[in-house]
Structures are given as C-alpha cells and as structure tokens.
Antibody
Framework: QVQLQESGPGLVKPSETLSLTCAVS?????????WSWVRQAPGKGLEWIGE???????NYNPSLKSRVTISMDQSKNQFSLNLSSVTAADTAIYYC??????????WGQGTLVTVSS | QSALTQPASVSGSPGQSITVSCIGT?????????VSWYQQHPGKAPKLLIY???ERPSGVSNRFSGSKSGNTASLTISGLQAEDEADYYC????????????????FGTGTKVTVL
C-alpha cells in the first residue's frame, strides 16, 4: 500500500519561497508513475499544480508555471515542491499525490501552508 | 485553462439516485476519455471514485458510476446513503494551450452532495 506524507513549514512570508517535501513509502518513485502536487485554498476547490515522472520529467499548471519547480530525490524516495514569490492567494492545503495512468489514486493527508507576515 | 463546471450543490433522499454533471470543452472532457471523480469528506483528503470516465477502482462501491457524452461527464450515485454526503470533484486530463502542448489537468468547481 503506497503512503505519502507531506512535510514543510506551515507559515511562509509573502514574496518568499514555499518549499514542501513528500515522503513516499510502500513503493519506489524511481520505478514508475508520475507524482503530483495538488492544492486547495480554504473553503475552495482543488487545483493541480504539477507533476514529475519517475525519470524526472515535469509538467506544470500553465497558470503557475513561472513560479513552480518540482524535483525528486530518488535516494530518499521523496519529491519536492518549490513555489516562489508567494502571496496570500497561495495559502492552501497542499497534497502530494501518486498518479495512476491519467488520474490520482493515492493522496497524502495534506499540509496547510499559510502565507502571512 | 478554466475549471470544469459543476453544480454547486445536489441533494437527494436516502435510497434515491442523484447525478452530478461536469461540463468542459472539446479540449478536455470531450477530447479525452480521461475523466476521473473524487469524493472529499470534511477535513479529509480526496478519494478516487471513478477513473477513465467509467472505471471503478477496487474497493469502491458499485453504487458509484460514471459516464460521458460530448463535453459533459456525469457521476451517478444510486441508493444514496448518509455516508455519501461529501464534496465531489471531477477532473480531466488535457494539454496546455501553450506552444509545447504539455500535459496538464483541470479540476471541476466541486459539488456538495447533501443527503436529506
């Protein structure tokens, strides 16, 4: 059973970079699958941020592409999200997710990141 | 890309069937058979209910079914139960409108299902 666990600061200052890591257990991120980040602003809907393949290829939401970087550390079996120049609009619960073929089958529990000075 | 359009709320009585619609375009819902549906209870992570328009993952009740016609996908919940009260989101694979036509995904606006 694949399990995902997000970690990182719960509070980030405006204009700084949000950095989160997702630790994966029960499966190797380097063998197969794509791995995504999805976020949900308080009381709002879901928004796909981007994905990384087991080979390190990436795709990003066009609306966030200029500020997003997703990377992976195969030795630690984890992947990461960096979102630069954050504003209050980036306050959200951030989920790391395993992709199935073209869907999202395993989700982390989510971590709330608040952007505030 | 714009979010897929879902009704804000749908309600039904226990035992009834309800349908949640998800309206997209020919570039997303209508262009690919890669529509998925997710159930989210308050304070919980989303759970995959349907993938590839109408496929159910192992362990998901057969009371949940999916379909698609043109640019509109639908989720039907039959034999509505109290535990079905939750938010529901559709999602579609698509490609970016930028020059590189990279893969991207778009979620629906979300529907709150209430069991009366």
């Amino acid at each position: 059973q694949v399990q995902l666990q997000e970690s990182g600061p719960g509070l980030v200052k405006p204009s700084e970079t949000l950095s989160l890591t997702c630790a994966v257990s029960g499966g190797s991120i380097s063998r197969s699958n794509w791995w995504s980040w999805v976020r949900q602003a308080p009381g709002k809907g879901l928004e796909w941020i981007g994905e990384i393949s087991h080979r390190g290829n990436t795709n990003y939401n066009p609306s966030l592409k200029s500020r997003v970087t997703i990377s992976m550390d195969q030795s630690k079996n984890q992947f990461s999200l960096n979102l630069s120049s954050v504003t209050a609009a980036d306050t959200a619960i951030y989920y790391c997710v395993r992709n199935g073929e073209k869907y999202f089958d395993y989700w982390g529990q989510g971590t709330l990141v608040t952007v505030s000075s | 890309q714009s979010a897929l359009t879902q009704p804000a709320s749908v309600s039904g009585s226990p035992g009834q069937s309800i349908t949640v619609s998800c309206i997209g375009t020919s570039s997303d819902v209508g262009g690919y058979n890669y529509v998925s549906w997710y159930q989210q209870h308050p304070g919980k992570a989303p759970k995959l209910l349907i993938y590839d328009v109408s496929e159910r993952p192992s362990g998901v009740s057969n009371r949940f079914s999916g379909s698609k016609s043109g640019n509109t996908a639908s989720l039907t919940i039959s034999g509505l139960q109290a535990e079905d009260e939750a938010d529901y989101y559709c999602n579609s694979y698509t490609t970016s409108s930028t020059y590189d036509r990279s893969s991207t995904y778009v979620f629906g606006t979300g529907t709150k299902v209430t069991v009366l």
